[in-house]
Each structure stands twice: as structure tokens, then as C-alpha cells.
């Protein structure tokens, strides 16, 4: 087993966003900040505090979440479909790879760029919003397996998908929907105790709970059952991306 492309998958998926930064870096910035002048001082100010914290402080490491969702799945999956839409994958299917480090690689390039764009979109918040850090170790931990899960998400999609449509269908149709429900704006305690159950369901909401606790130190679920979801389901979707590759799984047309 080689490793050198292996290291030059990576450094091309890298390269690829951060080469693009206006269209993936950018973008959810300024959606965050968006979000802190609209709910930091306009509406914001009309609503109570929640769970002893300020509303923009409440929402805001549901905001960082939802950004590397949405952009780790953003990145797997359109890198992964174009190279199918572009043949450019019949290139990587003869080189010497194996199928674990061509899963690996992709799934590198969402955790990159979701732990980019949550470090961003931190840094610069900070300057907004003096908001607490209860620790440090989970938030790394949730931010990454949360990046593999999305990442592994995306992978599945874009081998699923044949149109450009079908990829951004599951991102306005599954993914922003479960997301928006998944407690980024408000307290699932807030809600009637069918919805909580119902919330309950969404695994979305683990991720957001999660990464809340681990910014604020105050969560809805119990944080044992939220990492082991989290990272159940990210260990679970490595593993059939790597059995969709394996089986070759629309990898050519």
C-alpha cells in the first residue's frame, strides 16, 4: 500500500475549497454574522434568556453546526459527483488506491473544511459576542465526528445522485430542513412534550445539542447519549462508504 496518493487526494480536496474560498468559506461568514446582527441586537433583544444565557449566545453554537454541516456535506459530495460527472474518477479508480484510503481522503476534505469554517466563523463572532468556552476537547470532538458523519452523508449522495438536482435536493429537502428542527434556534424544552419526542428522533439534533453543551455546558439530552449517537453514526456511514466503494457502487457509468 502506497500513501503518496493517498496525501495528494488530500492536498487536492484542500486546495480545491480553499482555493474556491469566496464560494465556501465566505458564504456561511457571512450567514453567521448575518444571524448576530439580526438575533444579537434586533430580535434578539425581545427574546428571554434561555437556559441563563442571552439569545445570540444560546443560538450561536447551533449556528457554527449548521455551517460545518452544511459544508462538509457541501464538499464530499460535490467534489465526489463531479469527478464522477467528469470521468476524472476513472483516474483514481487505476491508481494505486485502495478503497479505504479513497473514502478516507474524501471524508479528510469535509473534516477540513468544516473545521475551517467553524474556526472562522468563531474567530469572527468573537469579536461580536464574548461567549464562553465550557470545553474545549468536546467541542473538537463534536465538530470533527459531525464532520465525518456529513462528509460520509455527502460521499453516499453524490453516488446516489445523477443530476446536480438530486445532490441539491437532499441538502434543501433532508438536510436544512432536519437542521432548522434540530434545535439550532431554540430549546427542544421549549416545545410540547410530543414535539420533544419527535426531536428526540432527529439525529441532526444530537449534533447541535452536543456542540451547545460543549460551548455553553448546558444541553437538552444527556451528553453521553449525544456523543455515542454522534459518533455511532458517523463510524456506521464510514463503513458503507467504504462497502459502496468497495463494491464499486455507480463509481462509472
Same mark, same amino acid.
Given at each position: ?10 492536498? !487536492?480536496?484542500?486546495? !480545491?475549497? &480553499? ?5 465556501? +468559506? ?12 439580526? @438575533? ?12 441563563? @444565557?442571552?439569545? +445570540? +449566545? ?28 467528469? !470521468? ?10 485502495? %478503497?479505504?484510503? &479513497? *473514502? ?23 469579536? @461580536?459576542?464574548? =461567549?464562553?468556552? %465550557? %470545553?474545549?476537547?468536546?467541542? @473538537? ?8 458523519? =456529513? ?5 453516499? /449522495? ?7 438536482? #438530486? ?6 429537502? *433532508? ?13 427542544? #424544552? &421549549? ?5 420533544? #419526542? ?5 439525529? &441532526? ?6 456542540? !451547545?453543551? /460543549?460551548?455553553?455546558? *448546558? /444541553? ?9 449517537? *454522534?459518533? /455511532? ?8 462508504? +467504504? ?11
Amino acid at each position: 500500500m502506497t500513501w503518496i496518493g493517498f496525501y495528494t487526494l488530500i492536498e !487536492r480536496e484542500f486546495y !480545491r475549497f &480553499m482555493r474556491l474560498s469566496r464560494q465556501t +468559506i465566505l458564504p456561511p461568514l457571512i450567514t453567521t454574522v448575518m444571524f448576530i446582527l439580526i @438575533f444579537g441586537y434586533s430580535l434578539g433583544t425581545r427574546i428571554k434568556e434561555i437556559s441563563g @444565557f442571552s439569545y +445570540i +449566545i444560546y443560538i450561536l453554537p447551533g449556528l457554527i453546526q449548521m455551517a460545518v454541516i452544511t459544508n462538509a456535506y457541501a464538499n464530499s459530495s460535490t467534489s465526489l459527483y463531479m469527478a464522477r460527472l467528469e !470521468r476524472s474518477i476513472e483516474n483514481m479508480l487505476v491508481a494505486p488506491l485502495t %478503497h479505504f484510503q &479513497m *473514502v478516507t481522503a474524501y471524508m479528510i476534505g469535509g473534516l477540513l473544511r468544516g473545521m475551517v469554517v467553524a474556526g472562522v466563523i468563531a474567530a469572527v463572532s468573537a469579536f @461580536f459576542i464574548d =461567549f464562553p468556552f %465550557h %470545553h474545549w476537547g468536546l467541542i @473538537f470532538t463534536s465538530i470533527f465526528f459531525t464532520s465525518i458523519l =456529513f462528509s460520509g452523508f455527502g460521499i453516499i /449522495s453524490a453516488l446516489y445522485a445523477e443530476s446536480w438536482d #438530486k445532490i441539491a435536493m437532499f441538502t434543501n429537502f *433532508v438536510i436544512t430542513p432536519f437542521v432548522y428542527l434540530g434545535g439550532v434556534f431554540y430549546s427542544i #424544552k &421549549m416545545l410540547p412534550p410530543f414535539w420533544q #419526542k419527535i426531536s428526540l428522533a432527529n439525529p &441532526m439534533f444530537y449534533c447541535v445539542d452536543l456542540v !451547545r453543551y /460543549s460551548f455553553l455546558g *448546558v /444541553s437538552d439530552a444527556p451528553v453521553w447519549i449525544g456523543l455515542t449517537t *454522534v459518533i /455511532s453514526a458517523a463510524v456506521i456511514l464510514y463503513g458503507v462508504c +467504504i462497502y459502496l466503494f468497495w463494491r464499486g457502487y455507480k463509481l462509472v457509468n
